[in-house]
């Protein structure tokens, strides 16, 4: 009983020190919230680079080496088409980008521009039989060397592939591809929505021209519709830690930077892989020839998450099973979609396994 | 020996707002998994760019007849100066390669790279 008794007082300061110090939290976090209205937004994307090819849309960048020495094979990545490149150069310290260069890669980036009116005619054929295969060629001659590792994000994984399969006499050293979609019937909500009875694509793209970046940033936004304002309700917890501010910034930044598509791309995106699922069936016929995985025949890396809302499972995990590739490897990674690739779960859990998985093949 | 409830009223809050997120989310695909949002939907979207394709048409008839061009006439202009901007680009860049390579050649530094030697750690033992 006097134990009890002796508690109480303890028990009363505990409970005053910790109102005490939920107010000054609250303090710290109106000033940190006035803070985050009034600075600029984190710059991105600042790792050193040249731009060695641009044509509309398209942008090839080539960052400057980090290393003494460096591998002899260099690395192609093709951004995926419906946003911006730096999230895969976020800021030092953060970007998969500076983790190659650091390691010993040499980075050369397809990243893409909002396309104008009249790009609203680029197709597949553009992108594969054009774009990729033109950046190879300059890839080549940059580096003298004819090897190259192939790296393809979300969409762009699928334009790799596409491009691999419809090119088997000249295949890349290795292909890397990250949440890379195959069965589209597996994306169950994208084929809901884009179900043939009731969206009418060619409405939309003949009226549109170019699929406005609002509606793709919408359809992305609705697969997790309460994520958004649960997102905002943690920064604003954590308004008192910069470091959470300062990433919370860029990924919101990204995020919402999200590109219009080509009308055309979309069109036969919509008719050729949701609608008609081609790509997995194999019967995707791109100027007239047919992008069968089974050509596929280099070395092959796809990594994917355990979380993805937007690329699940279900529709990436065909991709290993298709290919031809005597080596061929799946490994499925804690994280979502975006964090797969960026940030600090990327930074534990991917980088160090890519970096494991193609060091040896990159010489 | 069990640990108590978490005392800590952060904790508990983030854990309600966690649970609210993936509640909301659960529930919204599964009605947004429905042929009648599908179709609801897709029928907003579709009276929504009829009536702009509606706009788009009036207006052009209208700029026409007052002899001023439409949004779609300034677009393919556009479209023309920039296709003759990126041919006048790809003549200057040819123009300018032979002089280029003179200027190096008399001693303008090419940035060097980094020799292509190196070889992945050694596995751990």
């Known amino acids: 009983m006097s134990a009890t008794l002796g508690e109480a007082p303890k028990l009363q300061s505990s409970i005053a020190e910790q109102v005490q110090s939920e107010i000054e939290r609250a303090i710290r976090r109106n000033i940190k919230g006035l803070e985050y209205v009034a600075s600029p937004a984190p710059a991105v994307g600042m790792t050193p680079k040249d731009v060695i090819y641009k044509r509309g849309t398209l942008n090839l960048y080539h960052y400057l080496p980090m290393a003494d020495e460096i591998y002899r094979v260099p690395i192609l990545i093709v951004m995926a088409t419906s946003n911006r490149g730096y999230i895969l150069d976020l800021a030092p310290g953060q970007s998969f980008v500076e983790f190659l260069l650091r390691s010993g890669y040499d980075v050369y980036l397809i990243d893409w521009s909002p396309p104008s009116p009249d790009e609203r005619r680029l197709r597949f054929e553009d992108y594969t039989l054009d774009f990729i295969p033109e950046c190879v060629r300059r890839v080549r001659k940059d580096s003298g060397v004819k090897d190259l590792t192939l790296m393809g994000y979300c969409m762009g994984g699928v334009l790799s592939v596409i491009y691999v399969a419809l090119h088997p006499k000249t295949q890349p050293k290795n292909l890397v591809c990250f949440t890379t979609p195959i069965d589209f019937r597996a994306m169950e909500l994208f084929a809901k929505w884009s179900d043939r009875r009731y969206f009418e694509v060619d409405r939309l793209v003949d009226t549109t021209g170019n699929v406005p970046a609002e509606l793709i940033f919408t359809g992305f936004e609705m697969l997790r519709p309460a994520s958004r304002l649960a997102g905002q309700v943690t920064l604003w917890e954590n308004l008192g830690n910069d470091e959470f501010v300062k990433s919370y910034r860029m990924f919101e930044r990204w995020s919402n930077d999200t590109l219009p598509l080509a009308g055309e791309y979309f069109r036969q995106t919509v008719k050729d892989l949701l609608w008609e699922n081609s790509l997995y069936k194999g019967e995707l016929t791109i100027g007239g020839k047919r992008a069968d995985l089974r050509n596929i025949t280099a070395p092959i890396l796809h990594v994917v998450a355990e979380h993805d809302h937007i690329v699940p499972h279900a529709a990436a995990r065909p991709l290993i099973e298709q290919v031809g590739s005597a080596e061929k490897e799946e490994i499925m990674l804690k994280g979502g979609h975006i964090s797969l690739v960026a940030g600090a779960n990327a930074q534990r859990r991917l980088w160090p396994r890519l970096d494991a998985w193609l060091g040896v093949r990159s010489i | ?125």
Do not use: C, H
Request: aromatic share 4%.
């Open chain 2, 1 to 125: 020996m069990a640990e108590g409830p978490s005392k800590d009223p952060s904790a508990a809050w983030r854990e309600l707002v966690s649970q609210w997120e993936k509640n909301i989310n659960a529930l919204a695909n599964q009605n947004m998994a429905s042929d009648e949002f599908s179709s609801g939907s897709n029928q907003a979207m579709n009276l929504a760019l009829r009536i702009q394709q509606g706009m788009a048409s009036g207006m052009a008839t209208y700029l026409a007849t007052l002899n001023l061009p439409s949004r779609a006439d300034i677009t393919a202009l556009g479209e023309r100066l920039q296709a003759m901007e990126a041919y006048l680009s790809r003549i200057a860049v040819a123009l300018e390669e032979p002089a280029r390579g003179k200027s190096r050649t008399r001693g303008a530094p090419k940035r060097s790279r980094p020799p292509r030697t190196k070889q992945p750690p050694a596995p751990l033992p």
